[in-house]
Structures are given as structure tokens and as C-alpha cells.
């Protein structure tokens, strides 16, 4: 129990007095409690908590400063100096130590009061040992998360059901071309298009409604990037989170691209092949018949192609064939199609031409070929036999039969000529 004083009017007697008044909270507290003198930090009264706490008797106790109780490198963390005391309120975190030197952290909450005209600490003090290896357990819990999410080369951030962005690593920062302590916090919406905001939204209603991931191709900074919303649900089934991962398929689609332009490429001429020809060429009779504009199609074939092939060797052969290729590039315009369609055969579509504009693009080409022939130290001529034929939309041709007046064109041209295709 707290001991009586004959000095009633004394500041002991007074704060025995107050004490009293919550002597039945300060006693059971689990709380360490110090009544501490402001001026030097003498302890006036602990609580059985306190005793317990620090391992002292209670008059060992009284007989300390608070001072006394904190580890030495703590105690630059003095007291402050205060005018009104009685309106302080100081909460504090040090270390303090035990009876027998055990060191424990503590919080420190202090309200100040002035009993008599000495202004004191009223103080709670809690050990938070526990919280703080708690802290720190849950500190390296989300270092190991934090590692975890950066060794993962594609993107990863996990948002609530409004799109705020809860987590996310270094990958899905750089990304978004902002630092990471702005990307966490942020909304997924705020970050990009209003028009593409609105269709990602949709997408996470789906997940949360239906439970089941979508997926889609997004592009940021000209990279493609292969997405999936995962739904996170919680114990009772419910979506409450969605995780989104990103692959990086740049290299994957430009590689498709490149197939897919080989399988329509020739390789020896980089001119379209037949089947890049058949693909575009029909696309382009469909347009010409809504747009009721005319077409030209001209089949060339190079002559004696053999003859270069047998006494020259196919190395020549080849030579020649990608001459003619550049020849016909320089001929027509550069919205025309262009192919070598097999062997020492060429086809060239022409949209939105008639047969006026045949004459001119027919005068070029030789012009062009004279040209080529005029150059010295040549070991070969390129000779070109080409015919054309007109494609008319009110006749609506197919693609084939206007390829087979093209080349019954051509034909008789080499055969005007006296050339023998073989």
C-alpha cells in the first residue's frame, strides 16, 4: 500500500493523495506506471507492475531517477523543459534496463501534471519487445516478398477491387515509367488512357463477378505485354483481390511477324512470293469492286533464263532474277504488289490504274531495261516479255481469270518476240 504522510500540505502528501484516488488502476494495471519529478527525474512512485517490470524492490525503486533505468547510450533523450507541464504530452521509445542488466525496449507515454508547484510525469510504460520482433518479423517477411517479386523478370502487382494498386515489383515499375513508392498506392486507372481505363475496368467486373482470370495483350512504351487478372479470393470465396502477371512477348510477335512474312516472302528477290500475291491481290479485287476503281495485273517473265542457268551457272541465274526484281521496283509505283510468282516469273498488281496508265508504267520498264543492258562489263542482258490485262469491276473477273489473260498476254508477247519460253 502506498504510505501516509503527516505533511498534509507537503507535495508528497498530495500526490499520495491523487495516487489514491486511482490507486485501484494504477495497482492492477499490467502497465508499468512511474510518477517521474520533471526537474531531475526522480521516480516519486511506481506501481506493482512496475516493481515486477524492473526486478527492484519498490523502495529501490523510489530511490532511482528514471535516468537510471535507461540504457546509457539512450540517455542523451532527456527530459524536456517545460513551462506547463501540466499540458505536455510525450510518448517516447528507448531502452531501458533491469535489476540484473537485461535490456528491454519500451514505450514511453507521458502526460504531464503539476502537483503542488512541482510539475511531474504521470508515465505508462510498456515493454514492446514483443512488437518489435513482431516488427521485424513482419519487416523480413516482406523483404522475402519484396526479393521474391524482383527475382521475377516479368511484371507482377496485385490491386483491391477499385484498382488501387496494393503491390507490385521493380519490373512492373519500370513498366509504368514510374518509381516504384509511386506506384504502390496509386489507382490502375489513374495511370493510363481514359479509353483503355474504362475496358480494364470491365475486365477486373468480369473477374470479380465470374471468379475466372481473363486475359489480353496490352502495350506500354511499344512493348507487348501478355497479361492475365487472377481472382485472390478470401476464406469465405468471395474475390477481394485480383493479381495481375505480365510476360513480355515483343520478341515472340516480331518473330511471328517475321515468319509470317517469310511465308509470304521470296527469299532470293524479298519480293512477295505467289502466296503473299494470291493474299493480297484478292484483297485488293474486293476493294476495287466497292470502290469501282480499275486494276491492271501484268505478268512478266524473264527470257533465256536457261540459257544464263547453263553457261553461266545459277549463281548468274540468280543475279539476273534479283535484276529484274530491282527493275520492277524502280517501274511501278510503291502501293503497287510486286511478286516473283515462281521460277523466272513475275506478277505486278496496279490498283487504281487504266490502260493509259499501263502505256507509261510499259515505257518506264523499258527504259529501264535498256539501261540496265547499257552497262559494260555485263556478262548477261535482262530481256523481259510482259503482258497486262485490265481487271473491270462492272465485269467482276475472279483473280484467276484475270491471271490467265495476263499470262496469254504475256505469251504472245514472247512469242511476237520469236522467244521460247523453254
Not at 505467289?274 to 474486293?286: C, M, P, S, T, Y
Amino acid at each position: 500500500m502506498l504510505t501516509n504522510t503527516n505533511m498534509k500540505n507537503s507535495p508528497q502528501s498530495i500526490l499520495e493523495e491523487r495516487i489514491r484516488k486511482y490507486e485501484s488502476f494504477i495497482h492492477t494495471s499490467h502497465d508499468a506506471i512511474l510518477f517521474v519529478r520533471c526537474r531531475d527525474g526522480k521516480i516519486l512512485e511506481a506501481n506493482a507492475a512496475a516493481v515486477n517490470t524492473y526486478q527492484y524492490a519498490h523502495e529501490e525503486l523510489l530511490a532511482k531517477t528514471i535516468y537510471d533505468l535507461q540504457a546509457p547510450e539512450m540517455r542523451d533523450q532527456d527530459m524536456p523543459d517545460m513551462d506547463d507541464a501540466a499540458g505536455c504530452h510525450l510518448v517516447t521509445e528507448t531502452v531501458h534496463i533491469k535489476k540484473r542488466g537485461e535490456r528491454f525496449p519500451v514505450e514511453v507515454n507521458s502526460q504531464g501534471a503539476v502537483i503542488g508547484d512541482e510539475p511531474v510525469f504521470f508515465s505508462i510504460i510498456r515493454d514492446i519487445s514483443k512488437r518489435i520482433i513482431a516488427e521485424q518479423l513482419l519487416q523480413e517477411s516482406e523483404n522475402n516478398l519484396s526479393a521474391l517479386l524482383n527475382a521475377v523478370t516479368e511484371s507482377f502487382f496485385l490491386m483491391n477491387k477499385n484498382g488501387v494498386i496494393l503491390a507490385a515489383n521493380e519490373t512492373m515499375a519500370r513498366r509504368f515509367g514510374i518509381d516504384m513508392d509511386m506506384l504502390v498506392g496509386s489507382c490502375l486507372y489513374d495511370l493510363i488512357e481514359p479509353d483503355i481505363a474504362q475496358i480494364r475496368r470491365d475486365q477486373a467486373g468480369l473477374v470479380i463477378n465470374t471468379g475466372e482470370p481473363v486475359r489480353f495483350e496490352d502495350i506500354r512504351f511499344d512493348r507487348n505485354i501478355d497479361q492475365v487478372y487472377y481472382p485472390v479470393f478470401d476464406s469465405s470465396g468471395r474475390v477481394v483481390r485480383i493479381a495481375v502477371f505480365g510476360i513480355d512477348v515483343t520478341e515472340r510477335r516480331k518473330m511471328e511477324k517475321h515468319l509470317a512474312a517469310m511465308a509470304l516472302t521470296d527469299q532470293l528477290t524479298d519480293l512477295y512470293n505467289r502466296r503473299g500475291f494470291i493474299n493480297l491481290a484478292e484483297r485488293q479485287l474486293k476493294f476495287s469492286k466497292r470502290s469501282k476503281q480499275k486494276i491492271l495485273l501484268f505478268f512478266a517473265d524473264v527470257d533465256r533464263m536457261k540459257w544464263i542457268n547453263d553457261n553461266l551457272g545459277h549463281e548468274e541465274g540468280d543475279k539476273a532474277l534479283i535484276s529484274t526484281a530491282k527493275i520492277l521496283l524502280n517501274t511501278f509505283r510503291s502501293s503497287d504488289i510486286i511478286s516473283r510468282i515462281g521460277g523466272d516469273e513475275f506478277a505486278v498488281l496496279a490498283p487504281d490504274a487504266d490502260e493509259k496508265t499501263a502505256e507509261g508504267l510499259l515505257t518506264r520498264l523499258h527504259k529501264l531495261v535498256n539501261k540496265y543492258n547499257a552497262r559494260k562489263g555485263r556478262k548477261f542482258d535482262i530481256s523481259i516479255s510482259i503482258g497486262c490485262a485490265v481487271f473491270d469491276p462492272r465485269h467482276h473477273d475472279s483473280l484467276n481469270e484475270l491471271m490467265s489473260r495476263a499470262d496469254k498476254q504475256m505469251y504472245q508477247c514472247k512469242k511476237s518476240r520469236d522467244i521460247c519460253r523453254n
